[in-house]
């Protein structure tokens, strides 16, 4: 496998799907909304996780390219839980790529802990030879999910997937600890959002007839 030639479409894919998302968060801050974006970041699998992943799930190299849903991956990270949704919702409107499966990882957790809403699309990317479609994985998650998962998958490769009964239990009060501050942050959010719409009340009744 020349693996080069391979993911040259998943890097291309990674860095279309960059400059889109984050020029959604430049249009909400030229509009002075606030952006349900707080940053993007993104990712192609490196090989050697493709290839563990691969071994791990018994994929041959023939079936690698539609059982392997995450060698593209971007991640969109947001404020509030609400701006996941609002980023979701976003996302099925376009016609730019195809969605292909959702799994709501924020209101059904996993067993780890884990929260984050992945969507997977199919995206249709222009190469040398033709338009290709390639499957990416866009991860939307809050701030405080994102701090939990790069925590987790740290001990994650430190202890080799095999965490400790003791440090498991830790990480899944932590994820209780992460889904209380997201519950809190949302808290003040609606009560911004009240005051906002309080003032603008107030600024209406107050023009002239
Ligand atoms: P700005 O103006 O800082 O918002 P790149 O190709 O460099 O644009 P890449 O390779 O994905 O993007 O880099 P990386 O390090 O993954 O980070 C992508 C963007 O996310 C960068 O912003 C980082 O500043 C931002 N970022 C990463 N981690 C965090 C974090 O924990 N908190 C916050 N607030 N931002 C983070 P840009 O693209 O430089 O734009
Ligand atoms: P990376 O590049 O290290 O992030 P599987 O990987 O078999 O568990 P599946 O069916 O491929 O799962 O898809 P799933 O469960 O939607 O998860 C895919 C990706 O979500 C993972 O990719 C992680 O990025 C993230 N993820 C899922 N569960 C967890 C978790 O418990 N903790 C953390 N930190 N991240 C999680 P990879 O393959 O781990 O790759």
Redesign the pocket.
């Known amino acids: 496998m020349d693996w080069e030639v391979f993911l040259a479409p998943y890097t291309q894919v990674v860095d279309e799907l960059?400059v889109k998302l984050?020029g959604m968060r430049a249009q909400f801050e030229y509009e002075l909304e606030h952006s349900p974006i707080?940053?993007?970041?993104?990712?192609v699998k490196p090989r050697t996780s493709i290839i563990e992943k691969m071994k791990r799930r018994g994929i041959t190299p023939a079936d690698v390219e539609k059982e392997l849903q995450d060698i593209a991956g971007v991640r969109v990270?947001c404020q509030f839980v609400d701006d996941i949704y609002v980023i979701a919702n976003m996302l099925h409107n376009r016609h730019d790529f195809e969605i292909i499966e959702e799994k709501d990882y924020v209101s059904d957790k996993k067993d780890s802990g884990y929260r984050s809403y992945h969507i997977i699309i199919s995206y249709p990317v222009e190469t040398i030879h033709g338009k290709k479609k390639v499957l990416a994985e866009i991860q939307i998650r809050t701030?405080a999910m994102?701090f939990w998962a790069t925590n987790e998958h740290s001990l994650n490769y430190k202890y080799s997937g095999q965490i400790p009964g003791e440090v498991k239990a830790r990480l899944k009060r932590a994820a209780e600890a992460a889904f209380r501050l997201d519950e809190e942050m949302s808290k003040i959010k609606n009560e911004i959002q009240d005051a906002k719409k309080a003032f603008n009340r107030k600024e209406q009744g107050n023009q002239p007839e």
Do not use: S, Y
């Open positions: 960059k984050k707080e940053f993007v970041t993104g990712r990270v701030l994102n």
